[in-house]
């Protein structure tokens, strides 16, 4: 079964500091995704990582993966208020499996003090 | 940009009531989705379609059923509400399960209170 474990799970921090969410899986998978989401809506794509050693920028986040560690990363580059929501990692199950999902980490609460 | 519509943002009913949630995507998306979310235990997939009429069980579909009638619409109905099944739900879709970055798009979710 795979699982999903995003840590922390809560975060506060002040503005102009860097951080680093983790996201560990615990089987091989072929996609990881990172989402945001804003208080009281819906959820917006960030990144999608395809491969071990994939790195993607946008802004002030950056994420990467590692598929032989299982761990994919986001981390927050001088932050700013904006940059507060809550953020989760998704996997693919691997592709061999029928049943197409994406299985969730329960989400860090980002919190960015002025 | 992709636009993935629910039909209600609030909604109240009560133990026993018949629900139905809609969904709408404005994309030609073959894939369609619906999650509930609920704090602490991230999205849980409840059941996902691949093409009109085709359906399949996530991890909770107890207690839920869905319709897909046509490719842009996508139904959850709640047979029988109950208290446990308040929580947020979340349509989404995306475009085909065979693109290396196939992305889901959410719709803004529709929070369900079951009295």
């Known amino acids: 079964e795979l699982k999903v474990e995003q840590n922390p799970l809560f975060l506060s921090m002040q503005e102009g500091k860097n951080y680093t969410i983790y996201c560990n899986y615990s089987?091989?998978?072929?996609?990881l995704y990172w989402y945001r989401q804003d208080p009281g809506k819906s959820l917006e794509s960030l990144f999608v990582?395809?491969?071990n050693g994939a790195v993607k920028q946008e802004g002030r986040l950056m994420a990467s993966l590692d598929t032989k560690a299982r761990l994919s990363t986001l981390h927050i580059t001088a932050a700013v208020h904006d940059l507060s929501a809550t953020y989760f990692c998704?996997?693919?199950?691997?592709?061999?499996?029928?049943?197409?999902?994406?299985?969730w980490g329960a989400g860090t609460k980002l919190i960015i003090k002025p | 940009d992709v636009k993935v519509t629910q039909s209600s943002r609030y909604l109240v009913k009560r133990t026993g009531e018949k629900v139905f949630l809609e969904c709408v995507q404005d994309?030609?998306?073959?894939?369609m989705f619906w999650y509930r979310q609920d704090p602490g235990l991230g999205l849980r997939l409840i059941y996902f379609?691949?093409?009109?009429?085709?359906?399949e069980k996530g991890d909770i579909p107890e207690g839920y059923s869905v319709s897909r009638e046509k490719k842009e619409r996508f139904s959850l109905i709640l047979e029988s509400a109950s208290t446990n099944q308040t929580s947020m739900y979340l349509c989404?879709?995306?475009?085909?399960?065979?693109?290396?970055?196939?992305?889901?798009?959410f719709g803004p979710g529709t929070r369900l209170t079951v009295l």
């Open positions: 989404a879709s995306s475009l085909s399960l065979w693109l290396a970055t196939d992305t889901q798009y």
């Open positions: 994309m030609d998306h073959e894939n």
């Open positions: 379609s691949y093409d009109v009429k085709m359906k």
């Open positions: 089987t091989t998978s072929d996609r």
């Open positions: 990582l395809l491969s």
């Open positions: 998704a996997v693919d199950l691997p592709s061999m499996d029928s049943n197409y999902q994406l299985i």
